[in-house]
């Protein structure tokens, strides 16, 4: 619920509309005073004092509204307390009106425990009045007059008052949540770019990465051949991997650059094509690819994107980083998939966790799985080893996140690109681009 906005109006100023308003009761009651519509008062005709003094304390009520807003204390002090002596002893009909005014500024414009405060007056008084002319043993007319400002009078500005009041405090709290909708739409645009540029930048990695490696390794390999065929070979290698990279930016940019929604980038990444980055590093490497992972019944589309993306990932790194021996083992299993890939590294100190390890994690988190990149512990006999260890689940198991949740800055583009099967992006359509041709273990 919004403050209340009165308490923070400066404490004296005259608004234009008070000034219209004191303007207007004060002609009301010049007006009404030279008509003589008049009654004779409570106390009777022998104790009412005379017109003049009722015109001028009615005006004194009507400077007082000059603050309506800015102070309606003293509204209801000044106004109220003026027009209530009138209607008990000088019986001016204006006297009528400025009760109500003087009644309803506090609870209009009040704070609300002024508006609470003079509820509570203003009932109280009205009863006390109407017990004490019963007391006093007032004759029918005047208990019905008691009566009738009791229940007019007195009632009518005050329910009126919390009427508008009300009406105001829910204006007010539409308005403020408008305004968080606003900054919440705002956020989500700007987290949805965000989304957007890490799912670029994975892309990038996972698939243009590959192929400039390659081509850093075979044109490194052609340098130090000295035989002819040897150094073509490496070169048309190169070549080929430098022309694939060339044609999946090309994709990508024209994804990027189309206003055309659910359009796809038709990137080269596919089993076979792993495969053969891989033995380009180690000509013996041992690949093991389970059939069951490019079938549809066996594994899920999306877990086959994710799984392919973290091959990716592992491939490029122990293309770049790592040397022979190489293994990439992917086994099915009844519910469960499983990729281990392993490689020598070139040096003793460990890649610090980027895009590229922090990448292979979320993109098994995604489906509801997980995975494990680093070096094997010293001492054991694996000593030396880089190994990649994914566990992903045949059927992606991705738990929908709650609305009050803010997805972290390292998973949120691949929770969003892998998990969602409603969002077209190139990460859930790699399966329908890849080759469904794996290969067996082999030694070529």
Do not use: K
């Not at 991997?241 to 994709?251: K, T």
């Not at 093991?288 to 019944?297: E, L, Q, Y």
């Not at 790592?322 to 083992?329: C, E, H, M, N, V």
Request: hydrophobic share 45%.
């Amino acid at each position: 619920m919004p403050s209340d906005p009165v308490e923070h109006r400066p404490r004296i100023a005259i608004d234009r509309r008070d000034a219209m308003a004191a303007a207007g009761y004060a002609v009301v009651v010049v007006l009404l005073a030279v008509s003589g519509a008049t009654n004779s008062g409570f106390l009777g005709e022998d104790l009412r004092w005379p017109a003049a003094v009722s015109v001028t304390l009615l005006l004194v009520a009507c400077v007082s509204l000059l603050w309506r807003r800015s102070l309606p204390l003293l509204v209801l002090a000044v106004a109220g307390t003026l027009a209530a002596a009138e209607i008990v002893v000088g019986g001016q009909i204006s006297a009528y009106f400025l009760l109500f005014e003087a009644l309803f500024t506090p609870v209009m414009h009040g704070s609300r425990r002024l508006a609470r405060v003079t509820t509570g007056v203003a009932v109280g008084i009205a009863v006390l009045a109407f017990v004490v002319a019963v007391a006093l043993g007032a004759s029918g007319p005047i208990l019905l007059v008691v009566l009738l400002v009791a229940t007019l009078v007195v009632s009518t500005p005050l329910l009126w008052g919390w009427e508008v009041r009300h009406h105001r405090g829910a204006r007010l709290a539409a308005e403020s949540l408008a305004d968080v909708e606003h900054e919440l739409a705002a956020t989500r645009a700007a987290h949805a770019v965000e989304t957007e540029r890490r799912t670029i930048a994975h892309d990038l990695h996972d698939v243009i990465a590959g192929h400039l490696s390659a081509v850093s390794l075979h044109t490194n390999l052609a340098s130090s051949l000295e035989d002819q065929e040897a150094r073509d070979h490496s070169l048309t290698t190169a070549r080929e991997s430098a022309h694939a990279a060339l044609r999946d930016l090309r994709s990508m940019i024209g994804v990027l650059s189309t206003e055309e929604s659910g359009t796809l980038p038709a990137v080269t990444l596919d089993w076979p094509s792993l495969s053969t980055r891989l033995r380009g590093r180690d000509g013996e490497a041992r690949i093991r690819i389970d059939p069951a992972a490019t079938d549809p019944a066996r594994v899920e589309p999306s877990v086959q994107a994710a799984l392919l993306r973290i091959a990716a990932e592992a491939s490029t790194n122990a293309v770049r980083h790592g040397q022979a021996p190489i293994s990439l083992t992917v086994q099915v299993t009844d519910d469960a998939v499983t990729l281990d890939l392993r490689n020598r590294r070139t040096g003793s100190a460990v890649p610090r966790s980027g895009v590229g390890r922090g990448a292979i994690a979320d993109r098994a988190t995604a489906v509801g799985g997980s995975a494990t990149s680093g070096p094997a512990p010293e001492g054991s006999p694996e000593a030396g080893t880089w190994r990649v260890l994914a566990r992903l689940p045949a059927r992606a198991r991705s738990a929908e996140p709650s609305a009050d949740s803010t997805p972290s800055s390292s998973d949120s583009g691949s929770a969003r690109s892998e998990s969602d099967p409603a969002r077209p992006d190139s990460d859930r359509s790699v399966s329908s681009l890849t080759a469904p041709t794996p290969t067996q273990e082999a030694r070529p």
